[in-house]
């Protein structure tokens, strides 16, 4: 079992920028993906971006140069930097954890990730 805990969230202007953290409570040994989604209220939730072990990075196409997911090792910690924040932004962020690579074919589909942390809300205001 592995526990996830999101910080990070908050309320910011339009422009704005954001860091989301997600702790893990053990080190992730051998292969696996990390991944941030996000649910607004009525949508499903979606991949927003993901990273692997290899140091392999994908992102989904609507936050691709706003956003940088990235790893420390070290500390157990995986961070979603969010820049140049839009209104359609705002859902309850995610991270996710499965024992397997990232893959561009499925690495965005919800039911593949095992572990998932309780959320963060962020909301961008106009």
């Known amino acids: 079992q592995v526990q996830l805990v999101e910080s990070g969230g908050g309320s910011v202007q339009a422009g704005g920028s954001l860091r989301l953290s997600c702790a893990a409570a053990?080190?992730?040994?051998?292969?696996?993906?990390l991944a941030w989604f996000r649910q607004a209220p009525g949508d499903e939730r979606e991949g927003v971006a993901a990273?692997?072990?290899?140091?392999?990075?994908i992102y989904a196409d609507s936050v691709r140069g706003r956003f940088t997911i990235s790893q420390d090792n070290a500390a157990n910690t995986l961070y979603l930097e969010m820049n140049s924040l839009k209104p359609e932004d705002t859902a309850m962020y995610y991270c996710?954890?499965?024992?397997?690579?990232?893959?561009?074919?499925?690495?965005?589909?919800?039911?593949?990730?095992?572990?998932w942390g309780q959320g963060t809300q962020v909301t961008v205001s106009s």
């Open positions: 996710a954890l499965r024992g397997y690579a990232c893959s561009s074919f499925s690495w965005s589909a919800r039911r593949n990730y095992a572990y």
């Open positions: 053990r080190a992730t040994y051998g292969t696996y993906c």
């Open positions: 990273i692997d072990n290899y140091g392999r990075r």
